[in-house]
């Protein structure tokens, strides 16, 4: 088993920046792409951004790009997700997740281990 716990949400306000932390333990965590996803009160799960393990490639979904930046430190278990210029609509619980399968880097359905969440809002 991989656990993986969040930390460092918060309240903020607009324009505004915080940075999540995703502490894995138990497997290696080397050898997995890392996505982060978010979830909005009454909406899905959204994929935010992915990073692939060893060349650590990234991928944002469009609406973060250019002001959310994936990285991580595999000495440290550790995925970052630094997240600058944030706006109300950021809002949401944020939840990193290794991926198992394949598919599209931004599905859920390709994660199975998830960390407990961590709320982020971002008040106008």
């Known amino acids: 088993q991989l656990q993986l716990v969040e930390s460092g949400g918060g309240e903020v306000q607009a324009v505004g920046s915080l940075q999540l932390s995703c502490a894995a333990s138990?497997?290696?965590?080397?050898?997995?792409?890392i996505g982060w996803f978010r979830q909005a009160p009454g909406k899905g799960r959204e994929g935010v951004t992915y990073?692939?393990?060893?060349?650590?490639?990234?991928y944002y979904t469009d609406s973060v790009n250019g002001r959310f930046t994936v990285y991580r430190d595999n000495a440290k278990n550790t995925v970052y997700l630094q997240m600058n210029s944030l706006k109300p609509k950021d809002t949401g619980v944020y939840y990193c997740?290794?991926?198992?399968?394949?598919?599209?880097?931004?599905?859920?359905?390709?994660?199975?281990?998830w960390g407990q969440g961590n709320r982020v809002t971002v008040s106008s």
């Open positions: 997740a290794a991926k198992t399968y394949g598919g599209n880097w931004y599905k859920a359905r390709g994660y199975d281990y």
């Open positions: 138990g497997l290696a965590f080397d050898g997995y792409p």
């Open positions: 990073i692939e393990p060893e060349v650590s490639s990234t």
